[in-house]
């Protein structure tokens, strides 16, 4: 089995971004491995380590520092990665799901991949489409919000999240495509051997104007705004003067 996993470049969730001109602020910012992505790579991994994949390989489209993420794929344990060229936005401002998944569409072709394993979503634009539009471009099952997989055979069993639970969805036959949720397992730290080695592994690059994808952007975002900053907190003495409070604001009878 050949694995293809997708690991995009984010600004790191721990950040405070900052809106500027109607859009995000990118500049000087931290970027780093989106964590759904993170835990599609990790998944990858483990099927390697089981036996149950031959090769692991990481792809990841973007500007030229998004191979600074592909070599924290390497580090955690894929065998090579692929890196897409692209000076677009990949946060919806520019480069958007359709497209993206276009992409991956070639790259999975020229790979000739078994399994495609992404991210449910990215923390940027939290679309959560890039998966299931590959599916559908590349004419295969698809299974989202990953909680549980198992390899059976020449297929897999695959417990997804839903509103109401859990449910359980077998493929019967590779190949598939499967987005990651968080629950389906806690992505490793890259060692410090294993980072000296990921500097040695292979990266090739490609860029996306070669690869015949209409990269226009078909939604504008016409304005990015932060939310309104919330009003004050009152500190109160007792349960009774919180009481009073509310009375007198008129969210309690």
Known sequence: MKVLVGVKRVVDYAVKVQVQ???????NVK???????EIAVEEAVRLKEAKAAEEVVALSIGPKQA???LRTAL????DRAIHVSTDLRTDYME??????AKIIQKIVDQEQSDLVLLGKQGIDSDCGQTGPMLAGFL?????TFAANLNVEGNGITVERETDSGTETIKIP??????????RLNEPRYATLPNIMKAKKKKVDTIKAEDLGVDLTTHNEVVEVFEPPPRKEGIMVESVDDL???LKSAGVVA
């Open 21 to 27: 001109k109607g859009a995000v602020n990118l500049k």
């Open 31 to 37: 970027m780093s491995l989106n964590p759904f992505c």
């Open 67 to 69: 191979t600074e993420t």
């Open 75 to 78: 580090a955690m344990g894929c």
């Open 95 to 100: 480069l958007q799901p359709y497209a993206i």
């Open 139 to 143: 004419g295969w099952p698809q299974v």
């Open 173 to 182: 036959s590779l190949p598939a495509v499967v987005t990651c949720d968080l």
């Open 243 to 245: 009481v009073s409070k």
